[in-house]
């Protein structure tokens, strides 16, 4: 039982590159979530979805974009990296108030 | 809004002695509450919740928590600590009655010592 995946682990970007953060859950869940992690600062809601096709913003949405075409898959889109997106991005998935998170992606924008 | 305020951003104890880690939360409806656990290069582990059943909730690991709602508090609690225990801990209200979007404190880091 995997729960929720996230792909990459670790990623380094240059300034002005463009990447999607992969995130995956079998848990047939209908709510996922992006979050990230600075230090000190807790967890910010970036974008969540409460079922396919449909998603919304979160508390720190600038620079960020999602899609969700399936249940399972909830992938987060830089268009343009910055330094202040160097973060830990985590991705959760939930039925209904307990949510499962997964590893977490370590981003660093150089 | 919905907001949790963690209390203290870093907790010392020794192994065996009582932990008490502080939450006080505001919300405009009868909330649901979380602790959650992160180890050091880990991702997040749900310790309990609460959703207006028993005031007082038992997590895992011997973890527990009482809701009171007249001081607005969801303090954590473990009667002995363990090296184990080590890690952040994170209080989160629901930001939504459906309990579909959480708000998380600032973290509390626990360390414990032999």
């Known amino acids: 039982n995997a729960g929720v995946t996230q792909t990459p682990k670790f990623r380094i970007l240059k300034i002005g590159q463009s990447m999607t953060l992969q995130c995956a859950q079998d848990?047939?869940?209908?709510?996922m979530y992006w979050y990230r992690q600075d230090p000190g600062m807790g967890l910010k809601l970036i974008y969540y979805?409460?079922?396919?096709?449909?998603?919304d913003k979160g508390e720190v949405p600038n620079g960020y974009n999602v899609s969700r075409s399936t249940t399972e898959d909830f992938p987060l889109r830089l268009e343009l990296a910055a330094p202040s997106q160097t973060s830990v991005y985590f991705c959760?998935?939930?039925?209904?108030?307990?949510?499962?998170f997964g590893q977490g992606t370590r981003l660093t924008v150089v | 809004a919905q907001s949790v305020t963690q209390l203290d951003s870093h907790v010392s104890v020794s192994e065996g002695t009582p932990v008490l880690l502080r939450c006080n939360y505001s919300?405009?409806?009868?909330?649901?509450l979380f602790w959650y656990v992160q180890h050091p290069n880990k991702g997040l582990q749900l310790l309990l919740k609460?959703?207006?059943?028993?005031?007082l909730v038992k997590g895992i690991n011997g973890f527990e928590a009482e809701f009171k709602k007249s001081e607005t508090s969801f303090h954590l609690t473990k009667p002995s600590a363990h090296m184990s225990d080590a890690a952040e801990y994170f209080c989160?209200?629901?930001?939504?009655?459906?309990?579909?979007?959480?708000?998380f404190g600032k973290g509390t880091t626990l360390s414990v010592s032999s």
């Open positions: 959760a998935s939930s039925r209904d108030t307990e949510a499962f």
């Open positions: 848990m047939n869940h209908n709510y």
């Open positions: 979805s409460v079922g396919a096709g449909i998603t």
């Open positions: 919300s405009s409806y009868s909330p649901s």
């Open positions: 609460y959703t207006s059943a028993a005031t």
């Open positions: 989160v209200v629901a930001a939504n009655q459906a309990g579909t979007a959480l708000i």
